[in-house]
């Protein structure tokens, strides 16, 4: 009788799958590099020596702010994943989940269009021992709330920005922008019985999916009967989160002696990074320097705003991805643990 699976074809066939599958990661891992490279190189590019002056004249009280506020976005983030998933029965350990928490925002920058966090976000927890359908159930939640926050932040950052006169053009755009995402998670919300049934339907043409949706549909089930005991934390923790984050630049143009309004730098960078991922490259391949340079050029001298954009992609990105690299090696390294059970 003849050994089925064996054979040289098969071997070449897997051989070939895995080629496949290894020069896929490596144009993944080659765009995100080009995305980090460019973080750098356009601000120089158009700033010339002068930025790269300013930026090593930097002070080390700056350096110390931007690594604080990067630091307590990435906890803020981590804290609100470790609620979601404690309310599931599912919480692994507070460092793991750090780790997990940072490797999947990397994941989310240095992918097209962010299309790698998601799937990151769940093979990390589940690499952590968090079970399938909590590690699904947590990773739609979440950018549910980033949405939420933007969603309420942005109106309230045009109101402040009532009389501002410089960018009228950006204040508009901020409640075209809040009122697309209103609209999206009401229709998400509104539509979210026909959603889980097609979803349902897909589950039962493929008899290994039933399982891992009726789980899936118990824990997505939990997570909306959270209600405001959990909902009112992940909305405070998004917020102390991007507002973390985006105060990173107003610490750096404090520091360069040309403050700004938080509510304008907040909506120059949430126009500027989310205008970016729409087009599909890797942390926006250098769109997001590019409009923001141009936005602070017209408010500063042009050295001014290149330094201030190179200081800025350092704090929020090439940082964070440093450490998001490292935790994303330490799960892939280390051992998987088996899952908790679930209380649902």
Known sequence: MQHQGGGPAHVAHGAERGARGMMRRFGTFGLGALALVLA???PLAWGGMAALR???DFSRAGWAGMVLLAGLAALARATRQQLLLRHLGAAP???VNLAASLATETAYALTPGGAGGPPASVWLLRRAGVPLPAALAVSAADPLFDALF??????????????????????DGAWLASGLLL????????LRQRLLRWLCVLSRRRPRWRRAWRDLRKSLRELARGGVRLWLPQLLLATVQWCARYGVLALILISLGHALPFALLLLLQGVALH???????????GGAELALGLVLSTLMPASSAASAVLLWRIGTLLLPSLAGALAFMALGARRVQPAPSQAI
């Open 54 to 56: 300013a930026s090593l």
């Open 40 to 42: 750098v190189a356009l």
């Open 150 to 171: 933007f969603a309420l932040a942005l109106p309230l950052a045009a109101l402040a920005l009532t009389f501002e006169t410089r960018v009228p053009a950006l204040r």
């Open 183 to 190: 609209l999206a998670l009401g229709l998400v919300w509104l």
């Open 275 to 285: 205008a970016a991922q729409w087009t599909g490259a890797p942390a926006g391949a």
């Open 93 to 95: 350990g507070v460092g």
